[in-house]
Nanobody, 124 residues
Framework: QVQLVESGGGLVQAGGSLRLSCAAS????????MGWFRQAPGKEREFVAH????????NYADSVKGRFIISRDDAERTVSLEMNSLKPEDTAVYYC?????????????????WGQGTQVTVSS
């Protein structure tokens, strides 16, 4: 079992920055690759970023590439999402997720564990 708890969401003006954190617990959490997803009101949950088990490979949605950075610290059991140059369209609930399937996984259906989400609101 892996438990995930997100934090760091909030209200920020367009152009600002936020750093989301995901605290992971569970004996084998370091063997999972990790992802961030988001869901805006009335929309499907969408892929944001993914990081491999080693942390050496990352993947981003085109909409956030160059603005967001995903990282992991297995010693601290955390996964972070640094979000810069935020836009109103980034407003959503952001979810951290863990997946045991190898590779860079963008399909939410393949993820095994999910956090409860943290709200990010970007004002114009």
């Amino acid at each position: 079992q892996v438990q995930l708890v997100e934090s760091g969401g909030g209200l920020v003006q367009a152009g600002g920055s936020l750093r989301l954190s995901c605290a992971a617990s569970g004996r084998t959490v370091s063997t999972y690759s990790m992802g961030w997803f988001r869901q805006a009101p009335g929309k499907e949950r969408e892929f944001v970023a993914h990081i491999s088990v080693s942390g050496g490979s990352t993947n981003y949605a085109d909409s956030v590439k160059g603005r967001f950075i995903i990282s992991r610290d297995d010693a601290e059991r955390t996964v972070s999402l640094e979000m810069n140059s935020l836009k109103p369209e980034d407003t959503a609930v952001y979810y951290c997720a863990a997946v045991y399937v190898p590779g860079l996984i963008t399909d939410a259906a393949l993820y095994d564990y999910w956090g409860q989400g943290t709200q990010v609101t970007v004002s114009s």
